[in-house]
C-alpha cells in the first residue's frame, strides 16, 4: 500500500526583513513604554532641548524626501510629460509611506495618540501647526487616491481604476498645490525663531527656499529610489530618464543658490558667511555637499549616463539638503539654560538623543522599507521594462 504524503512548503523571511521586523518591533515596544511612562523615559528632550532628532530626522527631513510624487505626478498629469510616467507610482509609494512614517513619528514624540482628532475640534488658526497637520492629514488621502488604481487593479477591480484615472488630473493638481502649501508652511514654522535660529539660517524667505529645496529633494530622492529598486529587485535601471531628471537638476540648485545669496546680501549677512565658526562651517557643508558638487556632477552627460555616478549625485544632494533640514531644526538653534536663562548655541547646553530615540525612528524607518518592498512585490508599481533601460552597476 502506498501512502501518499504532501509535504507543506515552509514559510522563509529572509534575512534583511527579518531585521526589519526586529527593528521594527523593538521601536514598538519603545513606543508602548513611552505612553505609559512618559517621553523623559525614553528621550534626552528638555524644556531647553523640545526639538530634538525626531523633529529633525522624522518631520523636516520626512517630508522633504516625500516631495518626489508631486514633482514626478505634476510632470505626468499637469505638464503633459508622458515619458515619465513609469515612475509615478514608485515615488507615490515613497510619498505615501513616508508621510505615514511622519505621522506615525509625531504619535511617539507628541503622546496621546488617542486625542489625535483634538485639533480637529480646537483649531488655533494662528498657528502654522495646525495647517501643517491640516496638509498632512489631507496629503495622505490625496496619495492614497493616487496610488488606489494600482491597488485596483491587482483586484481586478477594472471599472473602479479606470474611473479614478479618468479624475487623476484634478486630484494630482490638488495634490500639488497643497504639497506646495506643506513644503513652504514647513518653513514658515521658523519664522517665529528670529532670536533662536542662527542668522545665516534665519530669513523671511524660509518658505520658498524650502519649496524650491524640496523640488531638488524630489528630484534627487526619485533617482535614489530608482537606483535602490533596480538593485535589490534585479531590474534594468530606467537611465534614459534619470538622465533627464538629472539634467534638470543643476538648473533647480542653481535656482535655489542664487536666491539664497541673493537674500543674504540684501539681508547684510555675507559678513557672517566666514566669520561665524562652526556655523560657517555647517553653512558652507550643505552649500559644498548639496549644492555645488551636484550642480558640476550633473552637467557632465557622461555622469548622467552613468548608474553608479547618478546615485552618487543623488547621495550627496540629499546629504546636503537633509543637513540643511538639521541646521534650521536643531544645529543652527539657540537654546537657554533652564537655570540661569543664558544662551547657550550649541556650547553649554547640549543634547544628544538617546539611544531609544534613534531606535524608534530606526524601526519607523524598518517599515517604510519593508513596506515599500511589499508594495512593489504584490502590487503592479513597476512597470514593465523598457528598451534603453541599463542595468545599474
Not at 505615501?96 to 496621546?112: F, H, I, P
Request: hydrophobic fraction near 55%; charged fraction near 10%; glycine fraction near 8%.
Amino acid at each position: 500500500m502506498k501512502l501518499n504524503i504532501t509535504i507543506q512548503p515552509r514559510f522563509r523571511i529572509g534575512l534583511f526583513p527579518l531585521t526589519l521586523l526586529v527593528f521594527m518591533g523593538i521601536a514598538a515596544f519603545i513606543a508602548l513604554w513611552r505612553y505609559i511612562y512618559g517621553i523623559g523615559a525614553i528621550s534626552n528632550l528638555s524644556n531647553s532641548y523640545p526639538w530634538g532628532f525626531w523633529v529633525s530626522f522624522d518631520l523636516f527631513t520626512g517630508i522633504a524626501i516625500s516631495s518626489g510624487a508631486f514633482v514626478i505626478a505634476s510632470l505626468v498629469y499637469i505638464f503633459g510629460l508622458e515619458q515619465f510616467r513609469p515612475l509615478v507610482r514608485p515615488t507615490l509609494v515613497t510619498a505615501l509611506l513616508g508621510y505615514v512614517m511622519e505621522g506615525m513619528a509625531l504619535l511617539v514624540e507628541l503622546g496621546q495618540p488617542h486625542r489625535i482628532w483634538y485639533f480637529l475640534r480646537y483649531q488655533n488658526f494662528t498657528s502654522f501647526l495646525l495647517f501643517i497637520g491640516l496638509y498632512v492629514m489631507i496629503y495622505i488621502v490625496v496619495l492614497t487616491v493616487e496610488f488606489a488604481p494600482a491597488v485596483f487593479e491587482r483586484l481586478k477591480w477594472d471599472k473602479a481604476a479606470a474611473l479614478l484615472k479618468r479624475w487623476m488630473k484634478p486630484v494630482v493638481i490638488f495634490g500639488a498645490v497643497i504639497s506646495t502649501l506643506h513644503q513652504a508652511s514647513l518653513g514658515s514654522l521658523l519664522l517665529i525663531q528670529p532670536a533662536k535660529l542662527h542668522p545665516l539660517w534665519w530669513t523671511p524667505w524660509i518658505p520658498p527656499l524650502f519649496f524650491v529645496s524640496a523640488v531638488a529633494i524630489g528630484l534627487a530622492m526619485t533617482i535614489f529610489e530608482s537606483s535602490m529598486t533596480s538593485r535589490y529587485f534585479k531590474r534594468a535601471l530606467e537611465t534614459h530618464l534619470l538622465e533627464k531628471l538629472a539634467r534638470g537638476l543643476p538648473f533647480v540648485l542653481g535656482f535655489y543658490l542664487v536666491m539664497r545669496f541673493v537674500q543674504l546680501t540684501l539681508e547684510g549677512k555675507l559678513s557672517l558667511l566666514f566669520a561665524s565658526g562652526g556655523m560657517s562651517l555647517l553653512f558652507w557643508a550643505e552649500i559644498l555637499i548639496g549644492v555645488l558638487l551636484p550642480i558640476v556632477l550633473f552637467s557632465f552627460k557622461r555622469v548622467r549616463t552613468s548608474p553608479g555616478s547618478l546615485l552618487t549625485g543623488a547621495l550627496l544632494t540629499l546629504a546636503g539638503m537633509i543637513l540643511n533640514r538639521f541646521d534650521v531644526s536643531w544645529f543652527a538653534v539657540k537654546h537657554y539654560d533652564p537655570l540661569t536663562y543664558a544662551p547657550a548655541f550649541m556650547g553649554k547646553v547640549t543634547y544628544f538623543p538617546s539611544i531609544t530615540e534613534i531606535l524608534v525612528s530606526v524601526g519607523i524607518f524598518s517599515f517604510g522599507i519593508l513596506a515599500f518592498g511589499l508594495a512593489v512585490k504584490y502590487l503592479p508599481v513597476l512597470e514593465p521594462e523598457h528598451h534603453g533601460a541599463h542595468a545599474g552597476d
